[in-house]
């Protein structure tokens, strides 16, 4: 096996079994498209035991990863521990603090996501929380955007950000989602209070399954013509209102 073009990706059945039965924690499993029979019903066991994404792609995406003899199998080793939000959460109040959180819903940049990690950081966030599918992966590119900041705070991988929404709520946390056709701007809300701010995809904003189970949508004031602004500016803005409104 040669050497992979980034250390933190690894390839082969052999070397890629070992890591996910000894362990070890994994960004994300890349299948081979077209792979059948035994390899990828264990690929599928294995990922499903150990809540690992799997994600299927072309033969090309796997070359241009690691090259070399990748036998249809990829894997991407994360650079930094992943949190459940049930135990997050109970630390944050036990601590007498009030919580602030941000949920990412596909976003999928590596620079977009490590600049909210940054802002998240400097203002205060007690975490970040991810979907298991559709996110970036926390790449060194991503380190290096957040300034070293996704190496200081938590960041939460939940299978669906809908049960993460729903444990917010019962666990007292608000969910105040960001919707360009609200009605309420951001500055009109109360966030003293323990929050969750939900940022959506650049393309297609939050999902609606989300937006519908949110306890507030709002939207950040615009006046020129450029539809939106980008996501990890967004983020910044929201945070920094919390930050401004609790001091």
Same mark, same amino acid.
């Given at each position: 096996?040669?050497?992979?073009?980034?250390?933190?990706?690894i390839?082969?059945?052999?070397?890629i079994?070992?890591?996910?039965?000894?362990?070890? *924690?994994?960004?994300?499993?890349f299948? *081979?498209?077209?792979?059948?029979?035994?390899?990828?019903?264990?690929?599928?066991? &294995?990922?499903?035991?150990?809540?690992?994404?799997?994600?299927?792609?072309?033969?090309?995406?796997?070359?241009?990863? !690691?090259?070399?003899?990748? *036998?249809?199998?990829? #894997?991407?080793?994360?650079?930094?521990?992943?949190?459940?939000?049930?135990? !997050? %959460?109970?630390?944050?109040y036990?601590?007498?603090?009030?919580?602030?959180? &941000?949920?990412?819903?596909?976003?999928?940049?590596v620079?977009?996501?490590? #600049?909210?990690?940054?802002s998240?950081?400097?203002?205060?966030?007690?975490?970040?929380? /991810?979907?298991?599918?559709?996110s970036?992966?926390?790449?060194?590119?991503?380190?290096?955007?957040?300034?070293?900041?996704?190496?200081?705070?938590?960041?939460?991988?939940?299978?669906?950000?809908?049960?993460?929404?729903?444990?917010? *709520?019962?666990?007292?946390?608000?969910?105040?989602?960001?919707?360009?056709?609200?009605?309420?701007?951001?500055?009109?809300?109360?966030?003293? %209070?323990? !929050?969750?701010?939900?940022?959506?995809?650049?393309?297609?904003?939050v999902?609606?399954?989300?937006?519908?189970?949110?306890?507030?949508?709002?939207?950040?004031?615009?006046?020129?013509?450029?539809?939106? &602004?980008? /996501?990890?500016?967004?983020?910044?803005?929201?945070?920094?209102? %919390?930050?401004?409104?609790?001091?």
């Amino acid at each position: 096996m040669q050497p992979a073009k980034t250390t933190n990706f690894i390839y082969g059945r052999h070397p890629i079994f070992d890591a996910i039965e000894s362990g070890a *924690q994994l960004d994300k499993v890349f299948l *081979q498209l077209g792979t059948r029979g035994d390899l990828e019903k264990e690929v599928r066991r &294995l990922c499903g035991i150990h809540d690992i994404p799997l994600q299927y792609v072309p033969k090309e995406r796997l070359h241009k990863m !690691v090259g070399g003899n990748h *036998q249809g199998l990829v #894997a991407h080793i994360s650079i930094i521990p992943y949190y459940r939000l049930e135990d !997050v %959460v109970p630390g944050i109040y036990e601590k007498g603090e009030i919580p602030i959180l &941000l949920l990412l819903d596909r976003v999928t940049d590596v620079r977009n996501f490590g #600049a909210i990690a940054r802002s998240a950081e400097v203002c205060g966030a007690h975490a970040l929380v /991810v979907p298991r599918t559709e996110s970036a992966l926390i790449t060194a590119d991503a380190i290096k955007t957040s300034a070293g900041a996704l190496t200081r705070i938590n960041v939460c991988r939940e299978k669906s950000l809908v049960t993460a929404i729903e444990f917010l *709520q019962n666990s007292g946390i608000q969910v105040f989602a960001s919707d360009l056709k609200a009605e309420p701007y951001l500055f009109d809300l109360d966030l003293s %209070v323990p !929050v969750a701010m939900v940022v959506g995809a650049e393309d297609e904003g939050v999902h609606p399954s989300l937006l519908s189970r949110s306890d507030q949508r709002f939207r950040i004031p615009q006046q020129g013509g450029t539809d939106s &602004l980008n /996501v990890s500016v967004a983020a910044g803005i929201m945070l920094y209102e %919390v930050l401004r409104q609790r001091h």
